[in-house]
C-alpha cells in the first residue's frame, strides 16, 4: 500500500524521474512498483534499476541479517526484464553495481526503495541518491533502526546525508520501515 500511495502522489504531482530498488530479493517489491507506476503513469518513461547481490550481505556484522538467510536467484530476478520492458536487473555489491555505466548515467531518481538491511550495505546507496532525488521523490527505507554489530544503523546514514535537505517523514510500515518525501 505504501508503495501504491507514494507512486499515485508522484502522479498528481507529475513528478519524473526514474526509480531503483537496493536490494531486490526475490523482486516482488520491485515489479508492484512498476505495476503501479504504470497504473498511474500511463505516460511514464520512467526505467526501474533493480540492484543485489543475490549472494546476501558483504558482512556478517548484524545476527541475523547475514550471507546465509539472504540469498535469493539472481536467474529469477532477472525474470523481470522480460515481463517489463522499463525494468533492469544489475547484480553485484553495491559498490560494483553502482558502478555499472548505465547505472552511473542516472541523473533524476523520482522513487528509490533500500532495502538492504545493514549500515554497511546502506553507506553507497545513500551516497549515489543525496544529488539525484528530485523534489516530490519518495524514499522509502527498511530496517531504519536496526542496530549492527558495532552499534551503526541506517538511521545515522540518512540524518547524517539529508539533516540539511529537507525531507519530510510521510509513513511507517512493517517492523522498522520509514518513508519520506524530499521536497527540496
Given at each position: 500500500m505504501n508503495i501504491k500511495n507514494a507512486f499515485y502522489n508522484l502522479s498528481l504531482d507529475q513528478i519524473t524521474g526514474d526509480c531503483i530498488e537496493f536490494g531486490v530479493f526475490t523482486g516482488s517489491s520491485f515489479k508492484h512498483a512498476i505495476r503501479v507506476d504504470a497504473k498511474f503513469n500511463k505516460k511514464s518513461k520512467s526505467l526501474f534499476y533493480g540492484l543485489d547481490s543475490f549472494e546476501g550481505f558483504p558482512d556478517d556484522s548484524h545476527p541475523y541479517f547475514n550471507q546465509e538467510n539472504f540469498k535469493s536467484s539472481y536467474e529469477r530476478a532477472k525474470k523481470i526484464e522480460k515481463k517489463f520492458s522499463n525494468a533492469r536487473i544489475i547484480k553485484g555489491f553495491f559498490s560494483d553495481s553502482l558502478n555499472n555505466s548505465e547505472v552511473k548515467d542516472i541523473k533524476k531518481i523520482k522513487f528509490a526503495y533500500i532495502?538492504?538491511?545493514?549500515?554497511?550495505?546502506?553507506i553507497?546507496?545513500?551516497?549515489?541518491?543525496?544529488?539525484?532525488l528530485v523534489?516530490?521523490?519518495y524514499l522509502m527505507i527498511d530496517d531504519f533502526v536496526n542496530i549492527d554489530r558495532h552499534g551503526r544503523s541506517i538511521s545515522e546514514l540518512f540524518y547524517s546525508t539529508f539533516n540539511e535537505k529537507k525531507m519530510v517523514f510521510v509513513s511507517s510500515f512493517g517492523v522498522s520501515g520509514v518513508i519520506y518525501r524530499y521536497v527540496g
Open positions: 532495502d538492504c538491511d545493514l549500515y554497511t550495505s546502506a553507497e546507496p545513500i551516497k549515489f541518491l543525496e544529488n539525484r523534489i516530490g521523490s
